[in-house]
C-alpha cells in the first residue's frame, strides 16, 4: 500500500500473541491497532526526506525505549502495535505496563531496520509518554489517600478518541474507572435536575426509564444530598463541597447503602483531607486531562 511517498501499512497488522496480551488488559485489539494507524498516518503523508537521505534501505539497528525519569508505565502494548505496523517484529518488553520504575530504565528493546524504527519512534513515544504520565500522575493521587477507605476515579474528561487508553493508564496508576460512555450508568447531573425539575423527580425519572440501572446523582447542597438519600440511589457526588460540609455528608449518609464520591475543588495537596472524611470515592478529572507526560526517549 502506499500512502503519500512512502510505503504504509493501511491495515491493522498485530501478532496473535499480542492480541492476546491487549485482551487480557481489557484493551480492544482492533480499537487500538486503528488508533495506531491514525497516529502514524499523521508522519506518513510525505516521504521521510532525512532518514531516505542519510540511512541505506538494509541497514539495521538495535534500539531501546528509555526512561529519563521515575514514573509508572503504561503504553509499552501499544508501543508492539505501532512497531509491528511499521514491520518491526524483533522487541522484548522489558517492563510490565503498571511497574513503577527509575530514571533511566530501560522499558523496551527492538531491533529492525534503521529506517522502520525512525518511523516508529515518534508515535510510539508519544502513546507512551502520554499514558505513562497518566498513570504516573495517577499514582501519586493512589498514594496521597492510602491511608484512607477512598479510591481514586477517573471521568469523562478524556482525549477524544483516546478515551479507552487513558482509562486504561489510570487502571495502571491504580485508579478505579468511572463508567465509559454516557450508557455505562446513570449520572444525573445539575442539568438533568434541572429540566427534571428536583432530585427526587429525576431519579424517579430513571428509575422508570432503566429499572436496574446504576444511578448517582449530583448534589450541591445537603438538602439535595437528604433527598437523594430518601430516594435510595446507589452513589451520591458531591459537588464543590468543601472539607466541612463533605464531613456533614458522611454523617448525613451514615447507615445507608449509599456511597459518596467527591469531585471539583480536589488538589493533590487536598486530597488526603477529602479522604480521611470517609468518602468512598474521589473523582479527577485531571487524571486524564491535565497529567503531564512522562519523559521517555529512544536511544540507538
Known amino acids: 500500500m502506499v500512502l503519500g511517498a512512502q510505503r504504509f501499512r493501511r491495515f491493522v497488522v498485530i501478532s496473535q500473541s499480542l492480541s492476546k496480551l491487549l485482551g487480557d488488559q481489557g484493551l480492544n485489539p482492533d480499537a487500538i491497532g486503528q488508533k495506531v494507524i491514525e497516529a502514524l498516518a499523521e508522519d506518513s503523508f ?3 526526506l532525512t532518514s531516505r537521505a542519510t540511512i541505506t534501505e538494509s541497514q539495521v539497528s538495535r534500539a531501546s525505549f528509555v526512561t529519563r525519569k521515575s514514573g509508572v508505565i503504561a503504553g509499552s502494548l501499544v508501543v508492539a502495535v505501532v512497531l509491528e ?52 500522575l495517577t499514582n501519586l493521587w493512589v498514594k496521597e489517600v492510602s491511608s484512607s477507605k477512598a ?11 483516546l478515551r479507552e487508553l487513558e482509562k486504561y493508564a489510570v487502571r495502571m496508576g491504580g485508579g478505579l474507572n468511572h463508567r465509559m460512555g454516557l450508557g455505562g450508568q446513570a449520572l444525573i447531573k445539575d442539568n438533568h435536575i434541572a429540566a427534571a425539575g428536583s432530585v427526587s423527580e429525576a431519579i424517579n425519572r430513571v428509575k422508570k426509564a432503566a429499572p436496574g440501572a446504576l444511578i ?19 452513589i451520591v457526588l458531591l459537588d464543590n463541597m468543601s472539607i466541612e460540609q463533605t464531613r456533614a455528608a458522611v454523617e448525613l449518609a451514615k ?17 488526603a483531607a477529602y479522604a480521611a472524611t470517609g468518602v468512598d470515592y474521589l473523582a479527577v478529572g485531571a487524571l486524564t486531562h491535565s497529567a503531564p507526560v512522562l519523559d521517555i526517549g529512544l536511544d540507538f
Not at 219 to 225: G, H, I, N, P, R
Not at 259 to 270: V, Y
Request: proline share 1%.
Open 46 to 48: 510525505t516521504d521521510d
Open 85 to 136: 505496523q511499521c514491520g518491526i517484529n524483533e522487541y522484548e518488553l522489558l517492563i510490565k505496563d503498571g511497574q513503577k520504575v527509575s530514571a533511566r530504565t530501560e522499558i523496551i528493546r527492538i531491533k529492525g531496520e534503521t529506517r522502520s524504527i525512525l518511523k516508529a519512534e515518534r508515535t510510539a513515544l508519544n502513546f507512551l509518554s502520554h499514558l505513562s504520565g497518566i498513570a504516573t
Open 151 to 161: 479510591s481514586i476515579r477517573d471521568t469523562r474528561k478524556t482525549t477524544p478518541g
Open 216 to 234: 448517582e446523582v449530583e448534589v450541591d447542597t445537603l438538602e439535595q444530598l437528604k433527598e437523594a438519600l430518601e430516594s435510595n440511589v446507589e
Open 255 to 271: 447507615g445507608s447503602k449509599t456511597k459518596l464520591e467527591s469531585s471539583g475543588s480536589l488538589k493533590l495537596e487536598n486530597a
